[in-house]
Structure formats: C-alpha cells, structure tokens
T-cell receptor
Framework: ETGVTQSPTHLIKTRGQQVTLRCSSQ?????VSWYQQALGQGPQFIFQ???????GRGNFPPRFSGLQFPNYSSELNVNALELDDSALYLC????????????FGNGTRLTVT | AQSVTQLDSQVPVFEEAPVELRCNYS??????LFWYVQYPNQGLQLLLK??????LVKGINGFEAEFNKSQTSFHLRKPSVHISDTAEYFC????????????FGQGTRLTINP
C-alpha cells in the first residue's frame, strides 16, 4: 500500500511568484485535504477536495487554489507569493469526507524570500 | 467555529515516567476529537480519535485519551514513555457535520530524557 507522497520536498520562491505543489493520494482514497503549517504552529486547513470538487475551504484568500484529478491526485497553487506563505504544506488523503482518518504526507517546505 | 488550546507548549519527562498532555476545546456544535503525532521532518500520524461511545479511547504506541464533555477536554496520557516518544503532539477537532476540516492546537513538544 503506497502512502501519501508530496513533491517537491523543498522549494524556494521569490515574493510575487507562483508555485504549484503536488500530492499523490493513498491508494483507494477519494478525498484530499491541504493544510499549511507555519513554523512552531499547528496546521491550518486550506481546503478539501472530494471526487474532483472543492468540498470545504478554510480562511485562505483566493490566491490559494487547488485541483483534484480523476486519479484523486491533487495540486495546490499559490499565486502572488508573500513572505508569510513560507511554511510546511501538508497534504492528507482519506477514504471519505467526514470520519475516516487522514493520512498525511511528509509535506513540502516552501520558503518565500 | 471551533478552537483548541493545548495547555503546555513543552513537556519534559524522564524515560519510563508517566505523561499527560492537556487539551481543551471550544465548539458550539458536536465535534470529533483527535490526537496526532509529528516526528521531525515528517507529516502527522494519527494516534487516536474519539467519534462516539466510550469516553476512554486507546490508540497506538500505548497512548490513551479521555473525552470529558463537561470540561471540554481531551487529555492524552501514557503510563510509561520511551525515548522514541520524543515528538510534537497535536490535538485537533472537527465538526460532526460537513467536511472533515481539522482545527489543530498549537502543539506540545514532548521531550524524553534518559
């Protein structure tokens, strides 16, 4: 059973640029969620996708957007990067939208300079 | 809206000693409760969850937690810790209805000393 994989593991971008982070869900999982974890903080919910549709969104601006593909892999896109976007971005997949445990990847460390 | 407060940012204990990591939550609706562990440079791993039923929940690695509705608490305990338990621990809640949108606490860094 393959777990959740995220790419890249580390990324450095300049303020104002755009970035795309990728996530492959665990086999058999149709739901993917994205979280932002700033240094020394708990993760914050960005959004969830279920069967290619956005199924819930946290308190993040529209420049944070996502996609889920037919194979249930997912992308997180962030436009017009700001210094405060520097964080660990975690992807988690689950087999349903509500009660199944989230399986987290190891994250992508984004640094914005 | 929900919020989670982890009452201790750091907890140092000696190996084989018991430990309790405290978590209080606030919510106007029914919630599910979770504890996750994060080892250095890794994602989060589920330790245990409370959905309904018995208020004492047993998880992996010998951890357990007790849901106390009147005190809105969900404290995590382990009777005897090991060096390998050194990690960051997060308490989280999500609404019973709707998408599984976890609201996390700030985390508690558990350090086990030999």
């Amino acid at each position: 059973e393959t777990g959740v994989t995220q790419s890249p593991t580390h990324l450095i971008k300049t303020r104002g640029q755009q970035v795309t982070l990728r996530c492959s869900s665990q086999s058999g999982h149709n739901t993917v969620s994205w979280y932002q974890q700033a240094l020394g903080q708990g993760p914050q919910f960005i959004f969830q996708y279920y069967r290619e549709e956005e199924n819930g969104r946290g308190n993040f601006p529209p420049r944070f957007s996502g996609l889920q593909f037919p194979n249930y892999s997912s992308e997180l896109n962030v436009n017009a990067l700001e210094l405060d976007d520097s964080a660990l971005y975690l992807c988690a997949s689950s087999s349903d939208r509500v009660t199944s445990p989230l399986h987290f990847g190891n994250g992508t460390r984004l640094t914005v300079t | 809206a929900q919020s989670v407060t982890q009452l201790d940012s750091q907890v140092p204990v000696f190996e084989e000693a018991p430990v309790e990591l405290r978590c209080n939550y606030s919510s106007s609706v029914s919630v599910y409760l979770f504890w996750y562990v994060q080892y250095p440079n890794q994602g989060l791993q589920l330790l245990l969850k409370y959905l309904s039923g018995s208020t004492l929940v047993k998880g992996i690695n010998g951890f357990e937690a007790e849901f106390n509705k009147s005190q809105t608490s969900f404290h995590l305990r382990k009777p005897s810790v090991h060096i390998s338990d050194t990690a960051e621990y997060f308490c989280a809640v999500s609404e019973v209805q709707g998408a599984q949108k976890l609201v996390f606490g700030q985390g508690t860094r558990l350090t086990i000393n030999p």
